[in-house]
């Protein structure tokens, strides 16, 4: 059980430092105007990817039973316009921004990743960078 908490101190940790990169940069990142349309991700030809450590945070921070499986190519974690998880949502939904510069958020996306990885070498738990909307449990990671 320490070892979660410590993956989760540390996801915390990456977060922050995106936020931070996200604030910093907010010409090419863009601004959340929480419109929602984001959500949508068949819109934006657009799907969300996690990693096992997101998941595991994810996972302990809305507890296992709440977990919902994308079944549209809306969120299902979106409710009348509204997230309903945005204090522990994803990377992928931290960078993306419906008008804010493709290249800067490629460029962030993977070097979050590399942060996921290195974490996940370190636990040496195994690395897997799947879509969202097939996930219904942690396990599915593992």
């Known amino acids: ?28 990142a863009g601004k959340c105007e929480a419109c929602g349309k984001c959500c949508d991700f068949d819109t934006f030809d657009h799907r969300l990817f996690v990693t096992t450590p997101e998941m595991i945070y994810f996972t ?9 499986k994308m079944t549209t190519g809306r969120c299902s974690y979106q409710v009348e316009g509204k997230c309903t998880v945005y204090p522990f ?17 490629s460029d962030l996306t993977e070097a979050v990743i590399k942060k996921f990885k290195a974490l996940c070498d370190e636990f040496k738990i195994p690395y897997r960078y799947t879509e ?11």
């Open 1 to 28: 059980m320490k070892r979660n908490e410590e993956i989760i101190r540390r996801v915390e940790a990456i977060y922050k430092w995106l936020d931070e990169q996200i604030s910093a940069h907010q010409d090419e």
């Open 60 to 68: 302990e921070k809305i507890g296992s039973k709440n977990l919902k």
């Open 89 to 105: 949502r994803f990377a992928g939904c931290r960078i993306f921004f419906c008008k804010g510069d493709s290249r800067f958020q």
């Open 132 to 142: 969202a909307g097939t996930l219904r449990r942690l396990e599915d990671l593992l």
